[in-house]
């Protein structure tokens, strides 16, 4: 039984086998599947921009905020009581150049006016006195020099007589004491005529005192009423009506409106393009004008000022954000152009316009400058994250990754001579997967 079990055990698995092989020769093998040739790849579709050549230079975007041009403080430049307070003086209002806010008491200097006119009128009387005192004494003057003339002629004349005997000894003294007389009156009157120039001499000296004085009383009677020195507004009212002030006190303070300044920051590879795109710098700490607009965006519409980067503020970085500080001047604050969403520029203001830039605006400062070297700029989304540019050259890509030498507005342009690109080329926009150098692409359909 064993051997029997054994036997059957080793021949009923090969007879099995042996049947399922007869059976598949006789129902026929695998068909081999006709062979295919392979197609040749074909090119990858994409979407491409062009190479714009970009000759007017690059812009600097930054951002800033308005700060005024000066502010101006009016102090009292005379003691008085606070006569009128004009309505103009309150803070907030628009003032222009010459209104009149405040009026100081004028009596006291009105006063002293007319004193001092008096005084320059008595000395110009004390003046014309002595010309009349110096008329007289030349007349005089000439009349003693004629009787001292005719004195010193008696003398001689009764001189001669004497050593005739014709004259007696004392009628000749007699001559010689009215020769005395005559010379001693000829030398007061001279000595009166001294004296008359010298108080002529300090009567003038008082007039032009009086005159001087009376210049200053005036001057400090028009100072009694003051006047805004610049087109402003009142930032600051520290007096009011009925108060006393004294000499340099603070009355209002003004900031002026008519020019703006905006305080930006340029880090220190924009104060390069900015120091090389302009020429002429005074001096180690000057700085060239650079055209700017300052924008100011409300809701979805867009404003533009007109300005220049007109001067550095300080010595030098900031310590703390590394950066210059700048400021760009708007010499025409009120002078506008407003732009929609889709940036193009409307015919007139809206009517939530501003109607000026103001303190403590939030702007975006664009600055343009020109560069020496060409430029080729093509759309942001075109890099890569990796830094590459997928370039369509030939109906090929070619991958490049060249240095940016600006970014601004969507745009990152490249210096000409260093990156590699041509006019010609197109750059691609659209995502690629597996890229290589060299592939096939092709102009997708739009």
């Not at 610049?230 to 340099?248: M, P, R, T, W, Y």
């Not at 939530?352 to 664009?366: D, K, N, Q, Y």
């Amino acid at each position: 039984m064993k051997v029997l079990k054994t036997i059957i055990g080793w021949v009923l698995p090969l007879a099995i086998l042996g049947a399922a092989v007869s059976g598949f020769v006789t129902l026929g093998g695998p068909k081999v599947p006709p062979r295919k040739d392979k197609e040749p790849p074909r090119a990858v579709p994409v979407r491409t921009s062009p190479i714009e050549r970009q000759a007017t230079g690059i812009d600097l975007e930054v951002d800033g905020v308005v700060v005024p041009l000066r502010e101006v403080t009016l102090a009292a430049e005379v003691p008085g009581h606070v006569l009128r307070k004009t309505e103009a003086c309150n803070e907030g209002h628009v003032v222009t150049k010459g209104t009149v806010l405040f009026e100081i008491d004028p009596r006291d200097f009105e006063l002293d006016v007319d004193r001092l006119e008096k005084e320059r009128v008595q000395a110009g009387l004390a003046i014309e006195e002595v010309d009349e005192e110096l008329v007289q004494n030349a007349s005089s003057t000439d009349l003693a020099r004629r009787q001292v003339e005719l004195a010193r002629r008696e003398v001689a004349r009764l001189g001669g007589l004497k050593a005739g005997k014709i004259v007696t000894e004392s009628e000749h003294d007699r001559s010689l004491r009215d020769e005395l007389t005559a010379a001693n009156s000829l030398s007061v009157l001279e000595g009166q005529k001294r004296v008359l120039s010298k108080r002529r001499t300090r009567l003038l000296e008082a007039q032009s005192l009086a005159e001087t004085m009376l210049e200053k009383a005036k001057l400090d009677l028009s100072r009694t009423k003051i006047s805004s020195p610049v087109d402003g507004i009142v930032v600051e009212d520290n007096v009011e009506q009925d108060s006393f002030v004294a000499k340099g006190a603070p009355l209002v303070t003004i900031e002026d409106t008519s020019a703006t300044e905006v305080k930006t920051s340029l880090r220190m590879d924009e104060v390069a393009r900015a120091w090389a795109g302009r020429n002429g710098t005074d001096g180690a700490h000057g700085f060239p004008e650079v055209p700017a607009k300052v924008v100011f965006v409300l809701g979805d519409r867009r404003y533009e000022w007109d300005g220049v980067l007109s001067r550095q503020e300080g010595r030098g970085l900031d310590e703390k954000t590394r950066t210059l500080s700048c400021l760009v001047r708007v010499p025409e604050p009120t002078k506008l152009r407003a732009f929609d969403r889709y940036g193009a520029v409307l015919p007139s203001l809206p009517p939530e316009a501003p109607r000026s830039l103001l303190r403590g605006m939030f702007v975006e400062v664009w600055l343009h400058v020109d560069v020496e070297q060409p430029l080729l700029s093509v759309p942001q989304e075109s890099v890569r994250p990796t830094g590459d540019l997928f370039v369509m050259r030939d109906g090929r890509l070619t991958i490049l990754r060249p240095r940016p030498f600006h970014a601004a507005s969507g745009r990152i342009a490249f210096d000409e001579q260093e990156s590699g690109l041509l006019s010609g080329d197109r750059v691609v926009v659209s995502q690629i997967s597996n890229p290589r150098e060299g592939m096939e692409l092709t102009e997708a359909a739009k």
